[in-house]
């Protein structure tokens, strides 16, 4: 039961140009998404997160915008840069309790 | 501020024999959670801590058992060891009532079942 599901493994982007990663969810009772960035050998890292009631939060350079008729979620990246290549995952929070990941998408930014 | 602190980085099992993971959470961090990563995937939830007690647990079987001390570390035991559980296991801690905000990842233990 994959209540949340990222359909793309891998992206490959320009630097520069916008990533836009994204993310299916299936259980409406989340009230928050969060979006993690993970690199070889480390811990997931926070990015960036966004209530339920909301449809757009803005940090910087990452912006993520939820559609909650379509169940969607995506994560903005503009501009990418060769740093942000990475895997990203998109999580899932009911109640201040477990996070449900997704299975990851690989950003791949190219110079 | 150190952050999230896992013992130990590697570590390589036999078939049948149990293993012990730490973490440290986060200073200020009183919540715990254990995540196991299997190779290609997401984390999954395997259980949390909080007030030395474990609060959720999700989809694993008893061999797959934890504690919390007073100082709110924690220990991931895992007896009976099967190839299957060879994976990386993350520990991530919080606040209560702010793990909205994003929990607090430490860098995994790598354990290798042979």
């Known amino acids: 039961d994959q209540q949340v599901k990222q359909n793309s493994p891998s992206l490959s982007v320009q630097e520069g140009r916008i990533s836009i990663l994204n993310c299916d969810y299936t259980n409406s009772m989340f009230d928050y998404f969060l979006w993690y960035k993970k690199y070889p050998a480390e811990g997931p890292t926070f990015l960036i997160s966004i209530s339920s009631i909301k449809d757009k939060n803005e940090d910087g350079r990452f912006t993520v915008f939820l559609n909650k008729s379509a169940k969607h979620l995506s994560l903005h990246i503009v501009p990418s840069q060769p740093g942000d290549s990475a895997v990203y995952f998109c999580a899932a929070l009911f109640g201040n309790e477990k996070l449900t990941f997704g299975t990851g998408t690989r950003l791949t930014i190219i110079p | 501020d150190a952050g999230v602190t896992q013992s130990p980085t590697h570590l390589i099992k036999t078939r049948g024999q149990q293993v012990t993971l730490r973490c440290s959470p986060k200073?200020?961090?009183?919540?715990v959670s254990w995540y196991q990563q299997a190779l290609g995937q997401g984390p999954q939830f395997i259980f949390q801590y909080y007030e030395e007690e474990e609060r959720q647990r999700g989809n694993f079987p008893d061999r797959f058992s934890g504690h919390q001390f007073p100082n709110y570390s924690s220990e991931l035991n895992v007896n009976a060891l099967l190839l299957g559980d060879s994976a990386l296991y993350l520990c991530?801690?919080?606040?209560?009532?702010?793990?909205?905000?994003?929990?607090?990842f430490g860098s995994g233990t790598r354990l290798t079942v042979v």
């Open positions: 991530a801690s919080s606040r209560v009532g702010e793990s909205n905000y994003g929990y607090t």
């Open positions: 200073s200020g961090h009183d919540t």
